[in-house]
């Protein structure tokens, strides 16, 4: 079979076996779907980029960079007005006055937003970023949030974004273990408070993310929260206990 092709070529891609029974010129986005979903788009290399997208810009202040950076994250809405409307992430920029880190985050930027717009399940990349280390040593953000390395918080404001738009939903707390940590924590702030009623009342002060004073690092969940109770380190935040 030979086609002549008469217009200037912007992409390609290869028929495979089962698409053979569709005609060529068929928008892959409807080969890939069912017959009966065919109007359902879902995300897909081949979706075009309309004019204008949705988006959201975060500032990222670390003090291992001299200049702020600011993340924007531009989002597609598929098949807007029906129930399957999805919004999905679609490019990343990354802005900053700092041009020393230039080259590796216009290469990760590129390489994020073609695995958002390959499709499929994104969210993976929000942990292999957070699982990045700096070997300079990480920082601690306002909130007491531990944040490994720079990539880490680009991570971490993926995240955030991902969780706006409904792409990613936080495994949500039940009653009583909020109940529990409620708990653990008055019982803490009353036998600390005990201790030191001789002294001066200014053993109420918080740390910077409102958990007592002294409380170290939780391993689960990142937050300046682990506090000794009972002689078992607990974390009053996401309820964590060294002792089950
Ligand atoms: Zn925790």
Known sequence: MTIKIEKKIKGYQVVKPEDKAAPIAAAPE?????????EIIQMHESVERPESLVGSTFKIKSPLFEHALYVTINDIVLNQGTPHEQRRPFEIFINSKNM????????????????????????????????????????????GVYMPSIVAEIGAVIEQHMKNIGLIHDPEMDEAQKKLIAEKRAA??????????????????????????????????????????????????CGYSKCG
Request: proline share 4%; aromatic share 8%.
């Open 188 to 237: 803490y702030e009353a036998a600390s408070a005990g201790k030191k009623a001789a002294e001066v009342a200014s053993n109420t002060e918080s740390n910077a993310s409102g958990f007592p004073p002294g409380a170290t690092l939780c391993a689960k969940c990142n937050t300046q929260a682990l506090v000794l109770m009972d002689g078992c380190q607990t974390c009053l935040n």
């Open 100 to 143: 020393d880190h230039f080259q590796w985050i216009v290469a990760l930027t590129r390489i994020l937003s073609a695995v958002f717009r390959k499709g499929g399940d994104v969210t993976f990349i929000v942990e292999e970023l957070k699982a990045v280390f700096d070997p300079r040593g990480g920082y601690f953000k306002a909130g």
């Open 30 to 38: 409807k080969k890939a779907a069912e017959p009966r979903q065919a």
